[in-house]
């Protein structure tokens, strides 16, 4: 019912705006490009309103705060909506919401303790609301992840929340009847009056689940639903304070555009994001069911996104004064070299891949009673393990390495380093404990984890470039004849430098094996005859002649059907001068 309300509402609504002219006209610092409706919110709360009222849930005290708090922001987003607001009066109005909202939490005793937890609940409360109205930055973005937290929330805290899971059931089916509308390319906004309602609820039911539960986990849990609006308010904040730039100024810098500016589609760009937030609400259900297993899951799920933002912070935004503030800073020689020269970063991951391993490696080896009788050598053992595996690791090169570079080739590197922290490591366990209450089987283990983590995030940077570089649309598809040495360069050149402005998507070439399908990750789609096939089944905007052995009459014909077809066609000169 919520989802048919609100689609219909969307539709009405989209309609009396265009004829009263409430639209949001294309801005600098706007990510549209045409005049588009507002007020969407509307829609949304309509949606809730008339599935709660048929609903009818017997127990309606606990929905009234989440109620009045939708509508009080609601309120404050459609003042805003018409006469905007500064970025510090939005976040105090959803304060004081907040401040209301803590005083219904009866959880809360009257206690100093507990007094500071209520002022982090208010906090949080405001955070979290005003992350998702900085998340609407882009078609379907905030509508679609508050779906999916809206659900995680629902299932995660069903026991704490009891009656307000009526209220995360309607909001979600409400946002995804508005996404009928919102999707790329959005007909109407959902609106301030629309986001800061949407986070109110999100925040209202993440604060009420966690402090009835009253625990860390809870809070943790909370945390990784709402990843993807926590995520970009803070990758987006720490950003724009690097760059010398106002953190409360709206621009494109968000997530979102940078996944954009790096290669994707918007609609993919929008949907790598959905599936960060499914990643963390599968990942806090997982908690919820059993901790113990899920926690190292939970550190690797943090690790990749923290690797997803390091390589999103390389995605310029800000043109020649993305990190302007850092290297203004008086400690900025310190901080170049803790980060260039001792990889700083780079050694504070690998403590936390080799800590999560060693767990993961007792976790697959015993269960049970077992496992809780090897827990206390885990622990008794784990600053040794670190300290022994950083050492071989540092050793061995590793950190003289490049992860842009980062191949096959270095992968000697890791065995290397990895083979000998575990010989350091089995040797200074057995002089310190006789290797008494250890396994073997659990440092072969770790082992295998440990080189798959090492070059799995050392690779990541290159991987994720390569998946954006092939989903480009901002980049000529291009085709390039010839698939030896010279092909081969060729294109892992233009799948390296995005300032070439070209994606490899076919190598032709008329000698290579029918069995051979890909080259460097570039599929052999086939030979001569097939050239003007292929140019019209992958949109081929320019050939390249990557040999000077190819000419004479076969250079000939690719010229004539590429001429014929008005595609380009260009030679790679190589000389030494």
């Known amino acids: 019912m919520a989802f048919a309300v609100s689609a219909a509402a969307a539709g009405a609504v989209r309609t009396m705006a265009l004829r009263m002219g409430v639209v949001v ?22 949606g809730v309103g008339v ?18 708090v939708a509508l009080a922001l609601f309120a404050a987003g459609s003042y805003d909506d018409l006469v905007p607001m500064s970025a510090l009066t939005k976040m105090v109005s959803s304060l004081s919401v907040a401040a209301f909202f803590a005083v219904t939490l009866t959880t809360f005793q009257v206690t100093p303790w507990q007094a500071l937890l209520t002022l982090v609940a208010i906090v949080w409360f405001g955070f979290i609301d005003n992350a998702i109205n900085l998340l609407d930055n882009i078609d379907g973005l905030a509508a679609g992840v508050s779906a999916i937290a809206a659900v995680a929330l629902a299932v995660v805290f069903h026991a704490e929340l009891g009656a307000v899971v009526f209220v995360l059931g309607a909001l979600a089916g409400a946002l995804l009847g508005f996404l009928v509308w919102n999707r790329h390319p959005a007909r109407i906004f959902m609106g301030n009056c629309g986001s800061l309602a949407v986070g ?28 993807v609006p926590i995520f970009d308010t803070t990758f987006v904040i720490l950003l724009r304070r690097l760059a010398g730039r106002s953190t409360t100024r709206g621009n494109i810098d968000h997530t979102s555009h940078r996944l954009v500016s790096a290669g994707f589609s918007e609609t993919k760009a929008v949907a790598l994001l959905y599936v960060l937030g499914l990643g963390g609400a599968g990942t806090a259900y997982w908690l919820r069911v059993n901790p113990t297993a899920a926690w190292p899951v939970a550190v690797v799920f943090l690790v990749a996104v923290l690797m997803f933002g ?25 901080l170049s070299d803790l980060t260039f020269r001792w990889h700083a970063g780079e050694v504070l991951l690998d403590l936390a891949l080799i800590a999560t391993c060693y767990y993961a490696a007792y976790r697959m080896r015993f269960d049970g009673e077992a496992l809780m ?6 622990a008794a053992s784990l600053p040794a393990i670190l300290g022994c595996q950083l050492a071989a690791l540092y050793l061995s090169g590793l950190y003289s390495r490049m992860w842009s570079t980062f191949g096959l080739h270095d992968l000697s590197t890791v065995l290397r380093g990895v083979g000998g922290g575990l010989v350091l490591s089995v040797l200074t366990i057995t002089y310190v404990y006789k290797f008494e209450r250890f396994s073997r089987a659990v440092f072969l283990i770790d082992a295998v984890l440990l080189v798959v983590a090492i070059v799995g995030t050392r690779l990541s940077f290159r991987i994720f470039g390569r998946v954006a570089a092939r989903n480009s649309t901002q980049k000529k598809r291009v085709a390039i004849y010839g ?3 010279r092909g081969q360069m060729l294109a892992r050149e233009m799948q390296a430098h995005g300032a070439w402005g070209r994606n490899p998507v076919a190598f032709l070439d008329d000698a290579r094996p029918a069995q051979v399908r890909r080259i460097v990750g570039v599929p052999v789609r086939g030979c001569l005859d097939d050239l003007e096939a292929i140019i019209r089944s992958q949109r081929i905007e320019e050939v390249l002649i990557s040999s000077p052995s190819i000419n004479g009459s076969v250079e000939a014909r690719v010229r004539e059907v590429c001429a014929a077809l008005d595609v380009p066609v260009r030679r790679l000169y190589l000389d030494i001068r």
């Open 483 to 485: 698939a030896g040495i």
């Open 25 to 46: 006209p294309p801005r600098p610092d706007r990510w549209h490009r045409a005049p588009t409706p507002t007020f969407g919110g509307i829609a949304v709360v309509l």
């Open 51 to 68: 599935a709660l009222a048929i609903a009818g849930p017997r127990q309606v005290a606990p929905i009234v705060p989440i109620l009045a």
């Open 373 to 378: 009788n090897f827990l206390p050598s885990f």
């Open 310 to 334: 390091l390589y999103l912070a390389r995605v310029p935004a800000y043109p020649g004064q993305d990190f302007q503030a850092l290297q203004n800073a008086p400690f900025a020689p310190l």
């Open 200 to 227: 109110g609820v999100l925040a209202g039911c993440a604060t009420l689940g966690v402090a009835r539960a009253a625990s860390g986990l809870a809070a943790a849990m909370a945390a990784l639903i709402l990843i």
